[in-house]
């Protein structure tokens, strides 16, 4: 399985970014797709989850209400929409297929991981 992150950027706070996960292969379509970001000097901390058909869905505390993760299968990508960013957003972000069709938060429960895109926001 292949993942592909992309969509980062430089943005000044207040400003929305849409980072995009692309998937190229079938066998992970009914897998929970997580994304999770790392800043420096910081453990990986999970963002949003959602589900094989975007159904139902997951929130780490601190972006409820500010991002929204959601799932085009048709095209096997799953998007992660930020808006009202702050500098606290900055971090690389990962996309992460889990390991079945349960949410989950830990990324241990997540077996492949894409290579990351850089979100970093001024102040």
């Known amino acids: 399985v292949q993942l592909q992150a992309s969509g980062g950027g430089l943005v000044q706070a207040g400003a929305s970014l849409r980072l995009s996960c692309a998937t190229y292969?079938?066998?992970?379509?009914?897998?929970?797709v997580g994304w999770f970001r790392q800043a420096p000097d910081r453990e990986r901390e999970f963002v949003a989850a959602i589900n094989w058909n975007g159904s139902s869905t997951m929130y780490a505390d601190s972006v409820k209400g500010q991002f929204t993760i959601s799932r085009d299968k048709t095209k096997n990508t799953v998007l992660l929409q930020m808006n009202s960013l702050k500098p606290e957003d900055t971090a690389v972000y990962y996309c992460?297929?889990?390991?079945?069709?349960?949410?989950?938060?830990?990324?241990?429960?997540?077996?492949?991981w894409g290579q990351g895109t850089l979100v970093t926001v001024s102040s």
């Open positions: 292969r079938r066998t992970s379509s009914n897998n929970g």
């Open positions: 992460a297929i889990a390991r079945s069709s349960t949410l989950a938060t830990a990324p241990s429960e997540y077996r492949y």
